[in-house]
């Protein structure tokens, strides 16, 4: 069976949950279409969460990678169209504080998905979730963790489909948070899932 990496990342700023925790723990160990699913938890690190992503990249040899992130305040689901060279944002889990620095000094300005980014939309709503193609996933570890993917292919000459899509809160952070909308776990699981049987 084909193997297909799913991420999540750990809690940050002032997010106390993240949901994609829940999903990947949920998916994790499933075989949906012809892959097996692999979950793993990335930190929310500039100095880390890159190459924890390519370590695990280089130890499970996966034929895709699908990594989530929670988008708080986004209502639909949404699969990102490109990953930008450049870290920037609030402060992560460890105070490090980005200034728009190159993620890679010699890597190009953006980098397209690998994913079907826009089938997986297509399924969505046809499934009855809202989805939308995303074009920025903004400048913080989400696009440095697709970023690092891509770029991490490319450079290898590896063709494995690999990209980012952001979900909306949960109904559990949402209530924590307070102002977020959300969405229960329930359909956010269903949500990826059907993304995830696009590849
Ligand atoms: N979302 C953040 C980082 C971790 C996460 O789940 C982002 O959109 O960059």
């Not at 689901?77 to 728009?100: H, L, W």
Request: proline fraction near 6%; charge should be negative; include cysteine.
């Amino acid at each position: 069976m084909k193997k297909l990496l799913l991420t999540g990342f750990e809690p940050f700023l002032n997010f106390p949950v993240n949901p994609t925790m829940k999903v990947v723990e949920e998916l994790s160990g499933e075989s949906i279409g012809e892959y097996e699913v692999i979950g793993k938890i990335l930190s929310v690190d500039f100095a880390k969460s890159g190459k924890e992503l390519i370590d695990i990249i280089e130890s499970v040899k996966p034929d895709a990678v699908v990594s989530l992130g929670l988008a708080g305040g986004r209502h639909k689901i949404t699969p990102e169209r490109i990953a930008v060279n450049s870290n920037d944002g609030e402060a992560d889990n460890s105070g490090r504080k980005p200034n728009g620095e190159a993620i890679f000094t010699d890597g190009e300005d953006g980098i397209f998905s690998t994913l079907p980014i826009r089938k997986m939309v297509e399924q969505l709503k046809e499934a009855g979730y809202p989805a939308a193609i995303s074009d920025t996933a903004g400048t913080y570890l989400c696009n440095n963790v697709m970023y690092h993917g891509l770029y991490h292919f490319k450079r290898k000459g590896i063709n494995v489909p690999s990209g980012f899509i952001h979900i909306p809160a949960s109904h559990e952070l949402a209530i924590k948070h307070g102002k977020v909308p959300s969405w229960s776990q329930k359909d956010l699981n269903e949500a990826v899932k059907l993304c995830l049987q696009c590849l």
